[in-house]
Nanobody, 119 residues
Framework: QLQLVESGGGLVQTGGSLILSCTASGGPFSVYAMSWYRQAPGKQRELVATISSGGVRTYADSVKDRFTISRDNEKKGAYLRMNSLIPEDTAVYYC?????????????WGQGTQVTVSS
């Protein structure tokens, strides 16, 4: 069973940058599609970015050209580099691992890391 631990959140000023890390253990990391989600107070959790097992990246429109998702299968890590941060990016960020569909398993989630962008 896969375990995910996020790190790298914190407080940053508008225009600043942060790199979030998600470290996995307990499973064959390379086969999972990895995503970052976020949830702001009073709002639903939203998908921010995804990188497939094959390295294909997709982004929410709100973060395109500012955020970059990457993965390192040897280190069992997924990363989210966030540039040009704005207050609207303030949220708890969650790492998600989606197994291959034919496995019939649920997604795995980390515990979340807080990102706060001050104006």
């Amino acid at each position: 069973q896969l375990q995910l631990v996020e790190s790298g959140g914190g407080l940053v000023q508008t225009g600043g940058s942060l790199i979030l890390s998600c470290t996995a253990s307990g499973g064959p990391f390379s086969v999972y599609a990895m995503s970052w989600y976020r949830q702001a107070p009073g709002k639903q959790r939203e998908l921010v970015a995804t990188i497939s097992s094959g390295g294909v990246r997709t982004y929410a429109d709100s973060v395109k050209d500012r955020f970059t998702i990457s993965r390192d299968n040897e280190k069992k890590g997924a990363y989210l580099r966030m540039n040009s941060l704005i207050p609207e990016d303030t949220a708890v960020y969650y790492c998600n691992a989606r197994p291959p569909a034919h496995w019939g398993e649920d997604d795995y989630w980390g515990q979340g890391t807080q990102v706060t962008v001050s104006s």
